[in-house]
């Protein structure tokens, strides 16, 4: 392996260790619509990037018009994720498109919906 990869590898290791902290954190937000499943679960959260050192950049989707955490999700989200060790700044951005469907939600989060009569 070359100098240059090996100088790569930990970033990138990094980066993906505070990816999934950033996944398991967003996991302990709930939807205000579906009380029960989380945000990640939900399929609500379309991206992550980690842009800058201690920079990350989350893209969401509200699951229906009118969400009725239209205004609090995202300084939520933004609070919990600078939080985090070695964040120094979080920016959400509300997309629309490609609009939420039922196909974004996991496996997971369809179970409860079912055991909770959501479907």
């Known amino acids: 392996m070359s100098r ?24 302990t937000i709930y939807d205000p ?9 939900m399929g609500m959260i379309y991206s992550i990037r980690i842009e800058l050192p201690g920079h990350v950049e989350i893209d969401m989707a509200y699951s229906s018009p009118g ?10 989200i933004e609070s919990l994720i600078q939080e985090i060790d070695g964040i120094n700044q979080c920016k959400v ?23 909770d009569n959501y479907e």
């Open 33 to 41: 619509a579906t009380p029960n499943i989380d945000l990640f679960n």
């Open 67 to 76: 969400h009725p955490g239209y205004l609090g999700l995202p300084r939520l």
């Open 4 to 27: 240059s990869a090996k100088n790569r590898e930990p970033g990138k290791r990094q980066q993906q260790v505070l990816e999934r902290k950033i996944q398991s954190a967003l996991t």
């Open 93 to 115: 951005n509300v997309v629309s498109e490609p609009a939420w469907t039922m196909d974004r939600v996991s496996d997971h989060a369809r179970i409860n919906m079912s055991a």
